[in-house]
């Protein structure tokens, strides 16, 4: 499983960093960049996914 994230739709508001930061990182220019999600529990990335505000993640 992985984390798949629209850049283009990211908004930098950082609910994914705040509560996964092991997994992502809201880089300089504001834009989220997801790390490797081996050994995640889905159910966190389950809830990061549906907290983004834009939804900009999705899990494929």
Same mark, same amino acid.
């Given at each position: 499983?992985?984390?798949?994230?629209?850049?283009?739709?990211?908004?930098?508001?950082?609910?994914?960093?705040?509560?996964? *930061?092991?997994?992502?990182?809201?880089?300089?220019?504001?834009?989220?960049? *997801?790390?490797?999600?081996?050994?995640?529990?889905?159910?966190?990335?389950?809830?990061?996914?549906?907290?983004? *505000?834009?939804?900009?993640?999705?899990?494929?």
């Amino acid at each position: 499983m992985r984390i798949i994230a629209d850049r283009t739709v990211c908004a930098g508001h950082g609910m994914c960093e705040a509560l996964a *930061p092991e997994v992502f990182q809201v880089g300089e220019d504001g834009i989220v960049v *997801p790390a490797d999600t081996v050994g995640v529990e889905r159910e966190l990335l389950e809830l990061v996914v549906d907290s983004c *505000p834009v939804q900009a993640l999705r899990l494929s």
